[in-house]
């Protein structure tokens, strides 16, 4: 981990040059489906006379630049200061927000394949701007010695299976209508489990969590006041590792796991991700959090590096098929996920976590309603 400090620039760089070589694939595949689609003014056609919005299509949605950056901020602070729901408000954003959504549904019937190859960009764009804040995340928690590496190398190895798999199978295969209804149903069962979290018998399964949480609340009072702590008990202590066990301290407590539960978690919460174009952030936190007893203070980090792993797979397979990118629309949008990711460590501290759960389980209850009906059902509620 010493050329840690290089792995993320080399790694977008690798990406960047890897759209590049498949960019005229995924060009000419755009231009055969808008060839391919009827000329007119209704909706689910193309209208050559109107100015070229998203991915370069005549009458698509133009969005403000202003509120996208804004938009990329809001998704930089949330992924950031809880280490989930980046992808998720991200979707929100390219779908509804900046009307992507419903210009992609508008081709079910007229256009199937464009609406497909829109579809397919919608999601790749929500996980270039969680891979972003991923990225940056990990080299923070990584820096604060917060990020189990083996837990999350073995998360890692399954989400790169995983995310492959998905992408290779559902890649020009899903319209926007299903595409949204699934979408919806992930929100939903999130928000479920956020409510369940919140009663005693979610809060009974995480003593082990909470009692490592509390012994790095008290090193860190303990220091802070001059007070001298066993050095061999600060912060994360690989103690075994091999095919079978890992077991490891953090601030004095112990933990354990068999590295083959993280492999095949990772392997199921990619995959559903991956499907999904979100980060799968909350899947992996209540995931580390159950299975292995790991606390808030490291399954946040651990978790972006097994979110970073599943992006890069999933972009790079979902560029491997062809699907087009907004290149300057999402390099505005990785600006403002910078800025986002910077400015959520330092203003967290100001916020009540029970809050922004609370905050979290109203939107998701609600978005994924909506998506839900939408997508299964076509029948619509205000703002979604």
């Known amino acids: 981990m010493k050329n840690w400090k290089w792995t993320l620039p ?9 759209a590049l070589w498949f960019e005229p694939a995924f060009a000419d595949k755009l231009s055969d489906a808008i060839a391919k689609a009827p000329q007119g003014t209704e909706p689910g056609q193309i209208d050559p006379s109107k100015p070229a ?3 370069g299509i005549p009458g698509s949605p ?28 991200a979707g929100v954003g390219h779908m509804s927000v900046f009307g992507f959504g419903t210009y992609a549904g508008s081709f079910k019937k007229t256009a199937p394949d464009l609406g ?4 397919d960009s919608i999601k790749a764009s929500n996980q270039f701007l969680v891979g972003l804040s991923a990225a940056i995340s990990s080299f923070n928690y ?10 999350a190398v073995t998360l890692g190895l399954g989400s790169l299976l995983g995310a492959w798999l998905a992408q290779e199978l559902s890649a020009g295969k899903l319209d926007f209508k299903s595409y949204q209804g699934y979408f919806g149903l992930f929100v939903l069962l999130l928000g479920g489990w956020l409510l369940y979290e919140t009663t005693p018998a979610g809060q009974a399964k995480k003593q082990t969590a909470k009692k490592a949480a509390k012994a790095f609340e008290d090193a860190a009072k303990k220091q802070a006041s001059g ?23 953090f601030y004095g407590v112990p933990f354990q796991f068999n590295p083959l539960i993280p492999f095949l978690g990772g392997i199921v919460i990619s995959a559903v991700a991956a499907f999904l174009g979100v980060g799968g952030g909350f899947l992996l936190v209540p995931f580390l959090t159950s299975v292995t007893q790991l606390p808030m203070y490291l399954a ?31 390099g505005l949008e990785m600006l ?34 909506g998506y839900l009906l939408a997508g299964f059902f076509n029948y619509k509620i205000p703002g979604v």
Do not use: Q
């Open 227 to 249: 007070e001298s702590v066993d050095p061999t008990k600060i912060g994360l202590h690989i103690n075994h590792f091999s095919i079978s066990k890992c077991a490891f301290t």
């Open 300 to 330: 946040a980090g651990t978790s972006a590096l097994a979110v970073l792993v599943s992006m890069v797979t999933s972009i790079i397979t979902l560029l491997m098929k062809g699907t087009p990118i907004e290149w300057h629309f999402i």
């Open 336 to 369: 403002g996920i910078a800025v986002g990711s910077f400015v959520g460590p330092m203003t967290s501290k100001y916020f009540s976590d029970v809050w922004l759960k609370r905050l979290f389980i109203v939107l998701s209850l609600y978005v994924g309603i």
């Open 53 to 55: 919005g998203f991915l």
């Open 142 to 151: 990584l820096k604060m010695k917060r990020l189990v590496v083996p837990l």
């Open 62 to 89: 133009v969005v403000n630049p202003i509120l996208a950056f804004c938009w990329a901020v809001w998704v930089g602070w949330i992924f950031s200061t809880v280490g989930a729901f980046g992808g998720v408000m």
């Open 10 to 18: 080399v790694g977008l760089m690798a990406i960047v040059a890897i």
């Open 116 to 119: 497909k190859i829109v579809t």
